[in-house]
């Protein structure tokens, strides 16, 4: 299989930065998989599961927050998310109690902003919960 460039970098470190066969992402519209040659794109980007299959076909599993990719013409990919960490990385119960502070917080009344800022930790908070237990033996 064929090569791309890819660099994945969250707000705290770089994830991945080589040559990778493919990346797989969580798309608003559902999962996506980008293999070398793809078409120059941006997509966004939301919580969840990032697998990457680098030259030696080894996976790189990461659990990332939101973001966006970009696909360029030069064979280079880019993805940029706020948060990225590796499932074993994932305390389950600090994840567990953002995910119950997030559900009281939509309980509450509040404005329209702090509403879609509760719905995203919460997202967050259950992607990091999902891939934990997922890789967690």
């Given at each position: 299989?064929?090569n791309?460039?890819?660099?994945v970098?969250?707000?705290?470190?770089i994830f991945?930065?080589?040559?990778?066969?493919?990346?797989v992402?969580?798309?608003?519209?559902?999962?996506?998989?980008?293999?070398?040659?793809?078409e120059?794109?941006?997509?966004?980007?939301?919580p969840?599961?990032?697998v990457?299959?680098d030259?030696d076909?080894e996976n790189?599993?990461?659990?990332?927050?939101?973001?966006?990719?970009?696909i360029?013409?030069?064979?280079?990919?880019?993805?940029?998310?706020?948060?990225?960490?590796?499932?074993?990385?994932?305390?389950?119960?600090?994840?567990?109690?953002a995910?119950?502070?997030?559900?009281?917080?939509?309980?509450?009344?509040?404005?329209?902003?702090?509403?879609?800022?509760?719905?995203?930790?919460?997202?967050r908070a259950?992607?990091?919960?999902?891939e934990?237990?997922k890789?967690k033996?």
């Amino acid at each position: 299989m064929e090569n791309f460039d890819l660099k994945v970098i969250a707000a705290n470190k770089i994830f991945f930065d080589g040559d990778a066969v493919s990346l797989v992402l969580p798309a608003i519209d559902g999962q996506i998989e980008i293999l070398a040659h793809h078409e120059p794109y941006i997509i966004a980007v939301d919580p969840g599961e990032v697998v990457v299959k680098d030259s030696d076909m080894e996976n790189h599993v990461g659990v990332c927050g939101r973001g966006f990719a970009k696909i360029g013409m030069d064979n280079h990919v880019e993805l940029i998310v706020d948060t990225l960490e590796k499932p074993e990385e994932i305390d389950i119960r600090r994840a567990q109690e953002a995910f119950d502070r997030a559900k009281e917080q939509l309980r509450q009344k509040q404005s329209q902003q702090q509403y879609f800022q509760s719905k995203a930790a919460m997202a967050r908070a259950m992607s990091r919960i999902r891939e934990a237990h997922k890789y967690k033996r």
